[in-house]
């Protein structure tokens, strides 16, 4: 998920809740409010690209609405109840979609569906994928000569090297780390977080913080994507940063939207989800939101994507295992981080 390097913007730290707001259109007073999570929304990210291109065919108001990462979205509609102004929610992902679905908030959303590019195909009346990509541990050349060549290795490692990471309670990237050690450690999974423990520098809120640490060279490794160098391969003209590629697998994310159930009968939202699924949304997502397209072929986008490391094996829990477990593994992680 996600933005490119916060290295170039304080926009980053766009606080919980603000609004970006297009600007109206005079001549007409239809209106779509998309939720979505604060990367999606600033002045590099997708949103304002998005914003142009479908209010181009709509002729009506594309309103965004940004909090701080995809759990948070969750958390906002849970506070909100039934009292919403979003009509669509972008920005979740396939292990909130159990809790989201359960939710009541989300109505099927009637569209005709193309073929994806998402790895075993998709398949959902009510979510609609938009990117998908691989957590890694990504590092700074500059600072380690050899990067680890298995999740193994880099836990046990003797290296006083450092990472930054997110909170599994507050963000995306930080549930996918804990539920990639998950699917490796199953069981064992509690003894792999407090090796992970001793390698932490800091654990932060969101994505944003933590690679903001990591680019200024305050950690030499974060908790990010495989697609995260290609950010400043094209951007910097850079190959400093670089994903490690793990021999056991890398944890995939699908990032989805849904039409809210208050906006069932908003022509619009179903239209923006049509629009999500075509060529003139999809060729936005690479080079603004830095993930895989999920309706292209990585063969369609800029080369530098197809040089990016391509798991072996790409690992994902179904969402509702997360669903039925999350609280259970949330509370391992906290109980190993606080030893």
Known sequence: ?????????????????????????????????????????????????????????????????????????????????????????LGLDTNLMAEARESGFFAPHGIDMPETAIPGGWDDEMFVPFDFGYFAVVYDTETIDEPYASMEAFLNSEDASKIAIQDPRTSTPGLGLLLWLKKLYGEEAPAAYEKLADRVLTVTPGWSEAYNLFTNGEVPMVLSYTTSPAVHILLDETERYQAMAFEEGHYMQIEVAALTSQAADNELAGDFLQFMTGEAFQQIIPQTNWMLPAFMPVDAID??????????????FDPETVSENRKAWTDQWLEAFSR
């Open 1 to 89: 998920m996600h933005a490119p390097s916060l290295i170039r913007s304080t926009l980053a730290a766009l606080a919980a809740g603000s609004i970006l707001v297009a600007p109206a259109l005079a001549q007409n007073d239809r209106t779509l409010t998309v939720y979505t999570y604060d990367s999606f929304t600033a002045e590099w990210g997708p949103g304002p690209q998005v914003e142009e291109a479908f209010e181009a065919q709509c002729a009506c108001d594309l309103e965004f609405v940004s909090v701080a990462d995809g759990v948070a979205l969750l958390n906002r509609l849970r506070l909100e109840g039934g009292r919403t102004d979003a009509d669509i929610v």
């Open 303 to 316: 080369p530098v994507f197809g040089e990016m490391v391509d798991p072996d094996e790409a690992l994902l």
